[in-house]
């Protein structure tokens, strides 16, 4: 295969997948995610359930179910400017907006291309407990000595549930340690597990690295308050480095930074890059 030819993986796409993803939209819309009664509906409904054998199963009354699903169905509409939703055709419009705004194809895909991929959904596993993955120190003045202590992932969300990206992590890992690719960019709509992607991927190559720095920008207002900071972290204890780094111009600082880049391995991470 070419470098720049483009691969598209098949992942599978389930019901719970277009919950999730319905859920994700109607939160982006108005700031609320569906309840468990409206979850229930919509996932029922797609398990091709009508109103009484829903309302049985979950032991309400059949109009008010009836109702929340009329209501969620109105709520539809505005959220995907979509006429005409009713529970006999909500799976096909939801399956039809999915492939035409996220994978526009006949099926769920994540797209590689160009050391780029493009998240479309994701298989959830059980949820687990709030967890971060690998040691996430938070003091930038470590003692870098400890290999552990070369890990800065203090910026990095919780891994609070896990999600089935074998394939993918597969091709971040080729990417990385076979192809050396210096730069990947991960895409895909807010919420759907770009982070936990990558925060699953450290542990599998961290080995390969001398750093492992997590930024999110949106803590960061200039470029050169992001690269202050991971000079600061790259720099010996009590470095004039790390000392004069706050106060160094910013063509100082970023040559500084280049140094620290040529001289180790270091992966840097940074989420919310829009």
Not at 139 to 161: G, R
Not at 166 to 179: A, D, P, S, Y
Not at 213 to 229: K, P
Request: aromatic share 8%; net charge negative; charged share 25%.
């Amino acid at each position: 295969m070419k470098h720049n030819e483009a691969t598209f993986l098949p992942v599978d796409m389930d019901v719970q997948t277009l919950v999730e993803l319905t859920d994700r939209l109607v939160f982006a819309k108005t700031g609320k995610h569906l309840d468990s009664l409206q979850r229930e509906v919509l996932k029922s409904t797609l398990l091709g359930k009508k109103y009484p054998e829903i309302a049985e199963d979950s032991h309400r009354k059949y109009n008010h179910v009836k109702q929340v699903g009329s209501d969620l169905w109105q709520l539809l509409e505005d959220v995907l400017k979509e006429d005409d939703i009713k529970q006999s055709n909500v799976r096909s419009i939801l399956e039809k907006w999915h492939f035409s705004h996220i994978s526009n194809t006949a099926n769920e895909w994540v797209n590689v291309n160009n050391n780029h991929i493009s998240i479309c959904g994701e298989n959830r596993e059980s949820p687990t407990h709030k967890n971060k993955s690998s040691p996430t120190p938070t003091n930038q003045n470590q003692n870098h000595t400890n290999p552990e202590n070369n890990y800065d992932l203090s910026e990095a969300p919780d891994l609070y549930w896990l999600c089935d990206r074998h394939t993918e992590l597969t091709t971040l890992k080729q990417w990385i340690n076979e192809n050396h690719t210096r730069i990947i960019t991960i895409l895909g709509l807010a919420g759907i597990g770009k982070s936990v992607l990558a925060l699953q991927l450290i542990p599998q190559i961290k080995d390969k690295f001398d750093y492992i720095i997590w930024r999110n920008i949106d803590n960061y207002s200039t470029l050169e308050y992001l690269q202050t900071s991971i000079v600061n972290f790259l720099s010996p204890p009590d470095s004039s480095s790390q000392k004069t780094a706050d106060f160094s111009p910013a063509k100082t600082t970023n040559n500084q930074l280049i140094n620290y880049l040529r001289k180790y391995r270091c992966l840097l991470i940074f989420d919310n890059l829009q």
